[in-house]
T-cell receptor, first 114, second 117 residues
Framework: GAVVSQHPSWVICKSGTSVKIECRSL??????MFWYRQFPKQSLMLMATSNEGSKATYEQGVEKDKFLINHASLTLSTLTVTSAHPEDSSFYIC??????????FGPGTRLLVL | AQTVTQSQPEMSVQEAETVTLSCTYD???????LFWYKQPPSRQMILVIRQEAYKQQNATENRFSVNFQKAAKSFSLKISDSQLGDTAMYFC??????????????FGTGTRLQVFP
């Protein structure tokens, strides 16, 4: 149980385009979902927290207009990287939490912006 | 503010041996949860073990066990009978208990564990 999927697993795009990443909780309803960014050999950096039906809460330094988060249902959250640039290339990970303290993570999305 | 510290950037252990990864944290909260996650080369974050601060008994999951010392704010992970598949980055993490529905995980910097045959 507690499976989280993420799609796509990797994406290459041209600079200036937008990329959408989906995060789904497959066998539970997620009251809260989180989006992280991870640089090589580093820990996870929280970007934002989203609750179903409400606006996401962004961490300090994360551009809201750059990283659009939509938590449309209890099983789906999306992260859209708008007008992507090479510096946005990274590994993006989502996690989902049911009414419990444990976060379950998706497999991550590798984004490369050319 | 809560902080999590992992003072061992890298560790290695021979297959079938036992290894202990260290984690300390700082908080003024009395109720909270602690976690160990592993991230193998696939980069999938996998929950290893969870400890509730109000429980005195140390959590155990098969070959993985913790030594939770609340007064010392220490939360170490012991891996027994190490296997090659245990090779991964291990992250210690903390979350408060009062509002865990929205509270974020505070991660340590990680310990890279290499298991040698």
């Amino acid at each position: 149980g507690a499976v989280v999927s993420q799609h796509p697993s990797w994406v290459i795009c041209k600079s200036g385009t937008s990329v959408k990443i989906e995060c789904r909780s497959l066998d539970f309803q997620a009251t809260t979902m989180f989006w992280y960014r991870q640089f090589p050999k580093q820990s996870l950096m929280l970007m934002a927290t989203s609750n179903e039906g409400s606006k996401a809460t962004y961490e300090q330094g994360v551009e809201k207009d750059k990283f659009l988060i939509n938590h449309a249902s209890l099983t789906l959250s999306t992260l859209t990287v708008t007008s992507a640039h090479p510096e946005d290339s990274s590994f993006y990970i989502c996690s989902a939490r049911a009414p419990s303290p444990t976060q379950y993570f998706g497999p991550g999305t590798r984004l490369l912006v050319l | 503010a809560q902080t999590v510290t992992q003072s061992q950037p890298e560790m290695s252990v021979q297959e079938a041996e036992t290894v202990t990864l260290s984690c300390t944290y700082d908080t003024s909260e009395n109720n909270y949860y602690l976690f160990w996650y592993k991230q193998p080369p696939s980069r999938q974050m996998i929950l290893v073990i969870r400890q509730e601060a109000y429980k005195q008994q140390n959590a155990t999951e098969n070959r993985f066990s913790v030594n939770f010392q609340k007064a010392a704010k220490s939360f170490s992970l012991k891996i027994s009978d190490s296997q090659l598949g245990d090779t991964a980055m291990y992250f210690c993490a903390f979350t408060r208990a009062q509002s865990y529905n929205t509270d974020k995980l505070i991660f340590g910097t990680g310990t890279r564990l290499q298991v040698f045959p």
